[in-house]
């Protein structure tokens, strides 16, 4: 069964570095989400794109966070200058067009900032 | 902005037992997703439901949308079933706008 690739499973990074993280849809979804799943939480949407273009990105931390999706594949999300607060995992999931799609799930990077 | 409540926080139970996890949820909430997630951190989605009861497996999933409440429903437990499972709520029957509550940690002991 085809699945969500996402890359690195784990980083450690010291604060006010850069770090970034990759992911892979399943070929043909059109839409890629990015969430912040904080210990003990719910996972919360940083920014969802419909093929190259962000739908929301509401909830982004823009002064920090960027993501791009530049041909409607892959993805990447990155964060500049990292603090202690972004520990967390990043998971990055995708859907295929109409309502009734399900998500799937990549395994998620694990983000220690130290 | 939607709200999605779930209970218990934790539960323990034998192996054997009937387990039931409840997820409440505010008005604008439409449908409902089950999502497990194993100590991994991977999600797999198990039922996306608006109305009435889906049956996968050992798992049933309900919803009642005048009480705005849904249940997972595990049958004849296993230890292997021990995961956080989530129920998340969106506005339409996809995965944009989902609210997600923080998960029940279920530990099935043999």
């Known amino acids: 069964e085809a699945e969500v690739a996402q890359s690195p499973r784990y980083k450690i990074t010291e604060k006010s570095q850069a770090v970034a993280f990759w992911c892979d849809p399943i070929s043909g979804h059109a839409t890629l989400y990015w969430y912040r799943q904080i210990l003990g939480q719910g996972p919360e949407l940083l920014v969802q794109f419909q093929d190259e273009s962000v739908v929301d990105d509401s909830q982004l931390p823009k002064d920090r966070f960027s993501a791009e999706r530049l041909k409607g594949v892959d993805s990447t999300l990155k964060i500049q200058p990292a603090e202690l607060g972004d520990s967390a995992m990043y998971l990055c999931a995708s859907s295929n067009r109409g309502r009734v799609s399900p998500l799937h799930f990549g395994n998620g990077t694990r983000l220690t900032v130290t | 902005k939607n709200e999605v409540e779930q209970s218990p926080q934790n539960l323990t139970a034998q192996e054997g037992e009937f387990i039931t996890i409840n997820c409440s949820y505010s008005?604008?909430?439409?449908?409902l997703h089950w999502l497990q997630q194993h100590p991994g951190g991977g999600i797999v989605s198990l039922f996306m439901?608006?109305?009435g009861k889906k049956k996968h497996g050992r798992l049933i999933a309900t919803i009642n949308i005048q009480e705005k409440h849904s249940s997972l429903h595990i049958t004849a437990s296993h230890p292997r079933d021990s995961a956080v499972y989530i129920c998340?709520?969106?506005?339409?029957?996809?995965?944009?706008?989902?609210?997600f509550g923080k998960g029940t940690h279920l530990i099935i002991q043999p």
């Open positions: 008005v604008g909430i439409s449908a």
């Open positions: 998340a709520g969106g506005p339409g029957g996809g995965a944009d706008g989902l609210t």
């Open positions: 439901l608006s109305s």
